[in-house]
């Protein structure tokens, strides 16, 4: 039997509470919950845009749009950044990642010649690097960056969740 995915703007507070539940449930380390209030108030305000995908009815992810990114060489050319992109485990290889990009991309070109997003370097980021690449998202050629701060060459940094390199995507 196919499952039926619905991928949709969050627009309550209802959808909030499933999300903060989903995310508690499913990651340990999800303490904050007041994060997707926050998220549904700069929805409300035009910073950003974050979809939801419903598998059966049950939160299966979800993945922001941010217009003003805080990366230094985004924010200088207004190009706005998928962030967050989070597809639980039992639910991948479903396309949902590709259809939250699709929508994602599709809604930034109302407004940007480009999108952009930051991605990791350790393997647990290799799937997205390669879906990313199959996109056609390409290196900004700015190097590493650490909590968007450039690094600099002989610099020690963590290899962590905020070490991340920039890709850029032409939509027009």
């Given at each position: 039997m196919e499952k039926s995915i619905i991928i949709k703007k969050l627009s309550s507070n209802d959808e909030v509470i499933m999300l903060d539940e989903a995310f508690r449930a499913q990651y340990p380390w999800y303490q904050d919950r007041n994060y997707f209030h926050t998220c549904l108030e700069q929805i409300s305000s035009g910073q950003r845009v974050t979809l939801i995908a419903l598998v059966d009815g049950e939160i299966a992810g979800c993945c922001h749009l941010l217009y003003e990114s805080k990366y230094p060489h985004f924010q200088d050319k207004?190009?706005?950044?998928?962030?967050?992109?989070?597809?639980?485990?039992?639910?991948?290889?479903?396309k949902i990642a590709s259809r939250f990009f699709d929508e994602l991309e599709l809604i930034a070109a109302n407004t940007s010649e480009y999108i952009g997003l930051g991605v990791g370097l350790y393997k647990d980021y290799g799937n997205a690097q390669m879906m990313y690449s199959k996109r056609g998202y390409m290196l900004d050629g700015k190097g590493m960056f650490y909590n968007n701060v450039e690094v600099s060459p002989g610099q020690s940094v963590i290899v962590d969740d905020e070490l991340l390199v920039y890709l850029v995507k032409e939509l027009r």
């Open positions: 207004n190009i706005p950044e998928i962030n967050s992109l989070d597809v639980f485990p039992e639910y991948r290889r479903n």
